[in-house]
């Protein structure tokens, strides 16, 4: 039994559209990975602001505590030592 082969001698020959097609999903992949990254910059920053401002916030608490604790510390101090 002999087996026929299909042998591809050349380049297929792509109508007009479909190369301007695959130009523009080529476009729109690459826009598309530009955007996503700086998309994901972004958001990587506003977590780092994010993470700066809870810290700094919770320095502040911590300062205000420590100066209202000492305020009260300090008044005790004098009503003790009144004479």
């Known amino acids: 039994m002999i087996a026929r ?3 591809c001698t050349g ?3 792509e109508p007009e559209w479909e190369e301007g097609q ?3 999903v080529t476009v729109l992949a690459i826009f598309l990975l530009i955007i996503g990254t700086l998309l994901v910059l972004i ?3 506003l977590v780092t602001i ?3 401002l809870i810290l700094t916030g ?3 608490i911590v300062a205000g505590t420590y100066l ?3 305020r009260l510390l300090d008044r005790d101090r004098t009503r003790s030592h009144s004479w």
Request: hydrophobic letters at 50%; a positive charge.
């Open 43 to 45: 958001g990587a920053l």
């Open 68 to 70: 209202l604790i000492r």
């Open 50 to 52: 994010g993470v700066a």
């Open 22 to 24: 695959e130009a523009t």
């Open 58 to 60: 919770v320095a502040l």
């Open 5 to 7: 082969q299909s042998v």
């Open 11 to 13: 380049k297929r020959k």
